[in-house]
C-alpha cells in the first residue's frame, strides 16, 4: 500500500479547502435549495458575444493563441483601460491574457514573492489570497478591516502591519465578500504608505464596473506614482456575465508582466482562443450591457440591504461588488453555525463570514447576482428563520 500522505507537497497538503465550495457541495445534494451562495452573474453572456464566440467556431479559428493573447485583445484592453482610467499602458509588453483573474493573481504573487517575503492582505477577502501566498512561500500578513470602517482599509491599519520584510501589499476592491469600496481619498491615503515603505501593489479590481453610486471606480494605477508600483488583475467574468469562459488579465509594468508571462507560458501556454475574440467584442461594444446590469444588480442590493436591517440582521450598504456582510452576532451562534441550520431547516445556502478570513467570524456573505424572485423566496425564508429563534 503506498503511502501517499508522505509522498505529496507537505505545502499543498496543509491548505484548507475553500469554505465557499463545502456549502456549494452540501446545498446540491438536497432538493428545494435556494441558493445564494455562489458569486456569479445570472445573466446569460450577452448576445453579441456569445455571438462572436459562436462565429469563431464557424470559421474554424480555434488554433493556439500568442502566448501573451491576441494583439488585438491586448490593444483592446489597453484602449478600454484608458477610457475608462486614463491611464496609459503598452499592449506588446505590459499585458497579459490569463485564464481568468484567478491566473493572473497566482502569477503575480508567485513572480514577485520570495521566500519568507510578507504579503499584506486586507481581510474578508477572497479566499485565494493567503493559500496563493503560502504556495509561493511567502508570509501572509492579514489586515483586519472593520464594519465600523465600513470594511474598507484604512492607512492607519496598513502601517501597523508593515514590517521590513512586508513587500506586496493586496489591494481586494471592490471587495468580495463585503462589497466594500475605496474611494480616491480612501486610496490616496494607501497611496502614501505605499511611497513611504517602498511596496508593490496587487489591486484585484474584478469588480470594478459593478460600484454604485455616482462615484465610479477608481483605479489604483491612475493615482501619482502608483503605476509604476501596480499590478493591475480584471477580467471578463463579472462584468460582461462571462464566468465559464475564463478570461482575465495583468496589467502593469512589463518588469513584471514579463516574468508573469514566463511561468504562463510553460504552466498554460495560452488563454481560450474563442474567449479571446468574445472579450474583443465585449471591450468594444459592451458599455450598455454592463449598465443594464449594473442597473439590475443596484435594484437588487437595495432590497436585500433593507430587508436584512428590517428583521433585526444589521447590514452597512455595499457599494459595490454583487455581495452584502449582514451581521449575525446577535443570535449567538457562529457564522457556521448559523449557515447550517439555515441551510437545513429553511434550505437556504450562504456563506459564513470566517470563510473569508477569522475577522469575518459573526457576519455570513450573501450573494445578490441571482434573479429577484430567487432572491425574494430566500428573503422570506431567512426571516422565518431569524422569528423562529425567538
Not at 441558493?35 to 450577452?46: A, M, N, R, V
Not at 521590513?164 to 491615503?189: C, D, Q, W, Y
Not at 451562534?333 to 441551510?343: A, H, K, N, V
Amino acid at each position: 500500500m503506498i503511502d501517499y500522505q508522505s509522498r505529496l507537497n507537505h505545502e499543498i497538503q496543509a491548505i484548507k479547502p475553500s469554505g465557499i465550495r463545502r456549502f456549494f457541495d452540501i446545498a446540491n445534494e438536497m432538493k428545494d435549495v435556494i441558493s445564494l451562495s455562489i458569486g456569479e452573474p445570472d445573466f446569460s453572456t450577452p448576445w453579441h458575444v456569445r455571438q462572436t464566440g459562436i462565429q469563431t467556431l464557424e470559421e474554424g479559428k480555434t488554433f493556439y493563441s500568442p502566448n501573451r493573447g491576441f494583439q488585438e485583445l491586448r490593444e483592446e484592453i489597453c484602449r478600454w483601460i484608458a477610457r475608462k482610467y486614463h491611464v496609459s499602458y503598452d499592449s506588446s509588453s505590459d499585458v497579459l491574457v490569463t485564464v481568468g483573474g484567478s491566473e493572473a493573481l497566482d502569477l503575480c504573487i508567485r513572480c514577485l514573492i520570495n521566500p519568507g517575503e510578507e504579503v499584506l492582505i486586507p481581510e474578508p477577502s477572497f479566499v485565494c489570497y493567503v493559500p496563493m501566498t503560502q504556495m509561493a512561500k511567502g508570509i501572509p500578513v492579514v489586515i483586519e478591516t472593520r464594519a465600523e470602517d465600513q470594511f474598507r482599509l484604512t492607512a492607519d491599519a496598513l502601517r501597523q502591519k508593515i514590517t521590513p520584510k512586508s513587500k506586496l501589499l493586496i489591494l481586494p476592491f471592490p471587495n468580495n465578500p463585503t462589497g466594500a469600496v475605496m474611494r480616491r481619498e480612501h486610496l490616496e491615503a494607501i497611496a502614501e504608505v505605499v511611497r513611504e515603505h517602498d511596496l508593490l501593489v496587487l489591486s484585484d479590481e474584478i469588480y470594478g464596473e459593478l460600484t454604485y453610486g455616482e462615484t465610479g471606480h477608481v483605479c489604483f494605477a491612475e493615482l501619482e506614482g502608483m503605476k509604476e508600483r501596480t499590478v493591475v488583475v480584471n477580467g471578463f467574468s463579472k462584468t460582461y456575465a462571462m464566468t465559464g469562459w475564463r478570461l482575465g488579465y495583468a496589467i502593469g509594468p512589463q518588469e513584471i508582466i514579463g516574468p508573469m508571462t514566463k511561468l504562463h507560458q510553460y504552466a498554460i501556454m495560452s488563454a481560450p482562443t474563442m474567449a479571446q475574440y468574445a472579450a474583443i467584442e465585449a471591450l468594444r461594444n459592451g458599455d450598455e450591457d454592463i449598465d443594464h446590469m449594473r442597473e439590475q444588480y443596484d435594484m437588487r442590493r437595495r432590497l436585500i440591504v433593507d430587508t436584512f436591517n428590517s428583521i433585526g440582521m444589521p447590514c452597512f450598504e455595499p457599494e459595490g461588488a454583487f455581495y452584502v456582510f449582514p451581521s449575525i452576532q446577535k443570535t449567538g451562534m457562529t457564522s457556521e453555525t448559523f449557515c447550517e441550520r439555515l441551510l437545513h431547516e429553511e434550505h437556504v445556502a450562504v456563506i459564513p463570514g470566517n470563510a473569508f478570513g477569522d475577522c469575518g467570524e459573526g457576519f455570513i456573505r450573501v450573494s445578490y447576482s441571482y434573479s429577484l424572485h430567487h432572491i425574494t423566496e430566500a428573503l422570506k425564508r431567512i426571516e422565518r428563520f431569524i422569528q423562529s429563534l425567538g
